[in-house]
């Protein structure tokens, strides 16, 4: 096959993995958030897949469990499912968090974003959608990537949606050296994380400086 073909059939092959999409952001509808000092944030993992089969979380981590048991043994599959675990609810959330923050802190009229602060009069929901953990190998490396969808609402009338959009494969950085310690896939992924919140600070500026 000609060189060129085998370019653009591996361009197109890999698309999906390479592009990211603009974060939609309606300027009108999110207009409360300039007025707010604090935005209370839940996260959830409805209808999480993963890979570019887009694997059920269940079955991608029952397949982890299986491959890990392989390689090493039983306990260390079982510490990943732990840790994993710990970095769902914890770690990568935070990630998301610091950077939103971070950023959002220059400009003139942001709220603060807090997890589970049911007091605040608004609430965005950060679902994610789906994951991909990349690898760091010898041979070559791959960056994580999340993608998650945003809802916004009154904190109470969660049903009366007021705002949806959706971070598209939000790309981590991968620039640590090739090291298996301490399961480098759950720092990647909160790189992805982190580049999430900057990705969604960057598009509130629109709507808050």
Request: net charge positive.
């Amino acid at each position: 096959m000609p060189k060129f073909l085998l370019t653009t059939l591996f361009i197109c092959l890999t698309a999906p993995f390479l592009f990211a999409q603009h974060i939609d952001i309606d300027k009108k509808a999110l207009s409360f958030l300039a007025s707010q000092e604090r935005v209370n944030v839940v996260f959830t993992f409805d209808s999480l897949s993963f890979d570019g089969k887009k694997v059920p979380e269940a079955e991608f981590l029952q397949k982890r469990y299986v491959e890990i048991s392989d390689w090493k043994d039983k306990e260390a599959a079982k510490e990943w499912l732990v840790l994993y675990n710990e970095h769902k609810k914890n770690q990568w959330q935070e990630s998301f968090m610091s950077t939103l923050n971070e950023r959002t802190a220059e400009y003139k009229n942001a709220p603060v974003f807090n997890r589970n602060d049911s007091t605040a009069k608004y609430t965005m929901q950060v679902n994610s959608d789906w994951m991909y953990f990349g690898y760091d190998v010898i041979v070559g490396k791959e960056p994580s990537k999340v993608s998650m969808t945003l809802s916004f609402y009154e904190t109470e009338k969660p049903t009366s949606i007021l705002f949806v959009t959706n971070i598209s494969r939000a790309m981590g950085t991968n620039n640590e050296s090739y090291n298996l310690r301490d399961w480098p896939s759950f720092r990647r992924m909160s790189k992805a994380y982190t580049k999430a919140g900057y990705k969604l600070a960057q598009a509130l500026k629109r709507v808050v400086d």
